[in-house]
């Protein structure tokens, strides 16, 4: 169970995109369709924005999107905004009732 | 209004024991799988622990199998979680979490502090 890579950092511009990666193995990303992420603020506990790889939970803005290619899942955010600046983790099954979550990526608005 | 509120934080030594509890309002507790996840302050997030709504269906993180057990009371609305054998890399913040059947997680506790240390 080790934790999905993710890039320490990602910055970007308002209005601009940024794609965060999320690399795992067979056993999780891989070899589910389970793949949810997550917003963190500071001080704040974590929001779900992405579930299942690509569906978003009623409320989250569409300029937030996830897809996944082979053991790579990734989010992107489109049209970057300030509140947008926060900690980003994805999430796996891993089969046998266990999850694993990404190592973390924090997103600066420039 | 959905509420997930933690408790029974605090500083132990290692070696020792701690049991969380979790209490459930603002929806049928009985019918959602429920899980712990824990952070270091400053650090990521780390699946814990999972189970089914009867019960009878519980996972772990390697990290946790074997001093962790998980455990639900439907009758009182209220997830638990006794850890043994407390380590120091088991300092964290402790989050009570609701799945939403679709393999991920919507609703987050505030969340308790554990500290591990002599």
């Known amino acids: 169970q080790s934790a999905l890579t993710q890039p320490r950092s990602v910055s970007g511009s308002p209005g601009q995109s940024v794609t965060i990666s999320c690399t795992g193995t067979?056993?999780?990303?891989?070899?589910?369709?389970?793949v949810s992420w997550y917003q963190q603020h500071p001080g704040k506990a974590p929001k779900l924005m992405i579930y299942d790889v690509s569906k978003r939970p009623s409320g989250v803005p569409d300029r937030f999107s996830g897809s996944k290619s082979g053991n790579t899942a990734s989010l992107t955010i489109s049209g970057l905004q300030a509140e947008d600046e926060a900690d980003y983790y994805c999430c796996s099954y891993a089969g046998s009732y266990t999850y694993v979550f990404g190592s973390g990526t924090k997103v600066t608005v420039l | 209004e959905v509420q997930l509120v933690e408790s029974g934080g605090g500083l132990v030594q290692p070696g020792g024991s701690l049991r969380l509890s979790c209490a459930a309002s603002g929806f049928t507790f009985s019918s959602y799988w429920m899980h712990w996840v824990r952070q270091v302050p400053g650090r990521g997030l780390m699946w814990v622990s999972l189970i089914n709504p009867d019960g009878s269906i519980t996972g772990y993180a390697d990290s946790v199998q074997g001093r962790f057990t998980i455990s639900r009371d439907n009758a009182k609305n209220t997830l638990y979680l006794q850890m043994n054998s407390l380590r120091a890399e088991d300092t964290a913040v402790f989050y009570c979490?609701?799945?939403?059947?679709?393999?991920?997680?919507?609703?987050w506790g505030q969340g308790t502090l554990v500290t591990v240390s002599s």
């Open positions: 067979s056993s999780d990303v891989d070899g589910y369709n389970h």
């Open positions: 979490v609701r799945d939403t059947s679709d393999f991920s997680f919507d609703y």
